[in-house]
Nanobody, 121 residues
Framework: QVQLVESGGGLVQAGGSLRLSCAAS????????MGWFRQAPGKEREFVAA????????HYAYSVKGRFTISGDNAKNTVYLRMNSLKPEDTAVYYC??????????????WGQGTQVTVSS
């Protein structure tokens, strides 16, 4: 059974930082690309970042480029999202996903339950 479990969300002031973690189990971690998506209240879920283990490529949404960093640890089957210079508009539920490398939701086969990130002004 595949499980993706996110952690590390919370409340932070604008300008602060958080690191989200996503622990994967039940799948050959290094064979999957991993992505982070987010959904703000009243909005559709949107792509944030993705990483491809096979090619070591990363891709970011324009809105987070330069502030967020996606990385992973194959030995721990865990992917991280380091978020710096957080803004109130980054407030959302953040989801990790496993699947094919890309920014479209249908490319991902497995999803976590999400972790809330709230950025106060």
């Amino acid at each position: 059974q595949v499980q993706l479990v996110e952690s590390g969300g919370g409340l932070v002031q604008a300008g602060g930082s958080l690191r989200l973690s996503c622990a994967a189990s039940g799948l050959p971690f290094s064979s999957y690309a991993m992505g982070w998506f987010r959904q703000a209240p009243g909005k559709e879920r949107e792509f944030v970042a993705a990483i491809s283990w096979s090619s070591s490529n990363t891709h970011y949404a324009y809105s987070v480029k330069g502030r967020f960093t996606i990385s992973g640890d194959n030995a721990k089957n865990t992917v991280y999202l380091r978020m710096n210079s957080l803004k109130p508009e980054d407030t959302a539920v953040y989801y990790c996903a496993a699947g094919n490398y890309g920014k479209e939701e249908p490319m991902y086969d497995y999803w976590g339950q999400g972790t809330q990130v709230t950025v106060s002004s």
